[in-house]
C-alpha cells in the first residue's frame, strides 16, 4: 500500500466503509421487492457485513500500509454489490420488470461474488501482516489471482452473452444459470485448483502456528479460534439447525473477521488462551450435563416409574448440583493441557500458600514470596513493600 498521502489513507477507509453501510441499508427494500425479505436471514447477513466491514475500516485506518484491511473492506463492498444487483436483477427479469436500463448493470454486478471470496481467502493466505511469507508462496499468490480472474472471465463471458441474446434465465439470486454449472474443463483449469489453493491456505497458517513463538503465534491462534468457531458454529451449525434457526446461527461467521482484526491490532492478544480454555471447558460441561439429564430423566421414567414432571425436576435439581464441581474439574483439565501457563501459575500459588503455613522467618516469607511472583508471573523485577512504609528490591531465587 502507498503511504498516507496516497489514494490510501483513513479518509478512503472511512468513504468505503459509508459505501458499503449504503449499500446495506439499499439491501432491505430490494430484498423486499423480490420477495426475500425474511428477518433473521436478513440481520444475520447485515450483522457479517457490517462486522467485516468495520474491522476492515480499523485496520485500514491504523495500519494503511497493511493491505489486508483493505481487502476486508472491498470484500465487504463487492459482496454488497452484487447481492443488491442481484435482488435488482430478479426483479427486472424474473419478475418481468425489463423496461430499465439498470437491468443489464444489475446482471453484471451479481459475479462480483467470486472476487469477493477471493479476497477473503487472500486475508486468511496473507495472515497477519500482508506479505506471503517468501518467493514461492508471492508466485502461489500470483497464480491463485490469475485463476481466479479466469473464472471471473468466465462468469461475464456468459452473462454478457445472455444479455445480448436478450436471454437472461437467473435464480433466485440472481445468477445466471449458465454460470451456475460451468462446463468441466472450466472446473478443471479453475476451480478444482483455486480449492486446492484455499487448503494449502489454511495449512500453510496450521504449520506456521506450529513453528511460530511469542507475539506471532498468538496471532495465529486467534486466526484458529475464530476459524473454529466460523466453521463448527457458523457453517455446520446452521447448516444442520436450519430454518430462522440456522440463519441465526450463522452469525458465528462474523467471529472470523473478529479474530483477524484482534490479531492484527493486537488487542488483548494474550487473552487467547484463556479464552479458548473457557470456551472448551464450557463446552464440555454442557455436554456431560445435558448427558446426565437425559439419561436421568430417562432412568426415573423408565426404571422408577415417576411422572415426567417429577423425572425432570429431580433431573434437574442432579444436574444443577453437579455443574460446580464438573466445571472445576474439567477447567483444571482444559487449563493444563491448553492454558499452561495459567496451570502453572495456579499451581505456583497453591504451592507457596501450603508452604506459608509453616513459615516463620520474615526474610524467608520474602524470599519465598518473590519467587512465587516471578514464577507465577514473570515480570521484568519484583519490588516489596514492608508495613514500615520502606521499599526493598528483591531478587527473586
Known sequence: ?????????????????????????????????????????EAATIIQVLVSALVGVIVARH??????????????????????????????????????????????????????????SLVIALFPDGRPAGPRWRAVVRLYVVLVAGYLVFSYAETIGALARHDVRLTGSGDVLATQHPPVWVAALTLIPISLLWLAFAAHQVLSWRRATGERRQQLKWLAAGAVVTIGVGVVGSSAAGGPVGELLSIAIVALPAS???????????????????????????????GVYAGLVLLTNGVFGLHTPVAVAASTLAAAALFAPVRRRVQHAVDRR????????????????????????????????????????????????????????????
Not at 489513507?9 to 423480490?34: E, I, K, N, Q
Not at 506459608?356 to 515480570?379: I, M, N, Q, S, T
Open 260 to 290: 483477524i482484526g484482534v490479531g492484527i491490532g493486537k488487542y488483548r492478544l494474550y487473552e487467547i488462551d484463556r479464552l479458548i480454555s473457557r470456551t472448551l471447558a464450557y463446552a464440555i460441561v454442557t455436554g456431560l450435563l445435558i
Open 63 to 120: 495500519q494503511p500500509r497493511n493491505p489486508l484491511g483493505w481487502l476486508l473492506v472491498f470484500f465487504t463492498l463487492l459482496i454488497m454489490l452484487s447481492l443488491d444487483g442481484g435482488y435488482y436483477a430478479v426483479y427486472c427479469y424474473t419478475l418481468g420488470h425489463t423496461g430499465s436500463w439498470l437491468a443489464p448493470a444489475a446482471a453484471l454486478l451479481v459475479p462480483l461474488w467470486a472476487p469477493a471470496a477471493a479476497l477473503f
Open 1 to 41: 500500500m502507498t503511504d498516507q498521502r496516497g489514494v490510501w489513507t483513513p479518509r478512503t477507509a472511512l468513504l468505503l466503509g459509508g459505501l458499503v453501510v449504503a449499500l446495506v441499508a439499499a439491501s432491505v427494500p430490494l430484498a423486499g421487492l423480490v420477495r426475500q425479505l425474511t428477518v433473521p436471514g
Open 338 to 397: 491448553f492454558n499452561r501457563a495459567r496451570y502453572d501459575a495456579d499451581q505456583t500459588v497453591t504451592a507457596f500458600a501450603a508452604r506459608l503455613k509453616d513459615a516463620v522467618e520474615l526474610d524467608a516469607v520474602r524470599d519465598d514470596l518473590a519467587g512465587a511472583v516471578y514464577r507465577a508471573l514473570e515480570p521484568a523485577h519484583v519490588s516489596l513493600w514492608l508495613s514500615r512504609g520502606t521499599q526493598e528490591p528483591v531478587r527473586p531465587s
